[in-house]
Structures are given as structure tokens and as C-alpha cells.
């Protein structure tokens, strides 16, 4: 049973929240699983993640990952 990212409580007792994203241009990925939005939530802003970003996304950008 995979562990919740921030909590490490089993994520299939909860309502998961399952994120993929691309670590590098190389297609590769790095999966975190969470036992919901809290838990998300609370990792995001434990590590700083959002720290001097921002979001500029497009639809002509597209994605080529996940």
C-alpha cells in the first residue's frame, strides 16, 4: 500500500490525490501520492515549493509530460 508523500498514512484509507510531475526535458517523472488536498497542501508550503514561481501557462504551450 503506497504511503502519503507528506504523512506517510496509508493513501488508499483516504480520498488520494496522485501528482506527476516531469523532474527534467528528459520525460522523466517524479510520482507523490497524498491522502488528499490537506496533505498536499501542508507538503507544498512545508518545502517552500511555491517560493519565487509563478504560473505562465498557455494553451499553445501544451505538455509533454504525464
Not at 20 to 29: I, P
Amino acid at each position: 500500500m503506497p504511503a502519503c508523500t507528506y504523512c506517510d498514512a496509508p493513501v488508499e484509507n483516504h480520498d488520494p490525490v496522485c501528482v506527476c510531475e516531469c523532474a527534467d526535458g528528459t520525460g522523466s517523472t517524479i510520482d507523490a501520492r497524498f491522502c488528499n488536498y490537506a496533505c498536499l497542501v501542508q507538503h507544498v508550503e512545508q518545502e517552500g515549493l511555491t517560493l519565487g514561481n509563478r504560473c505562465e501557462w498557455s494553451p499553445e504551450a501544451g505538455s509533454d509530460c504525464c
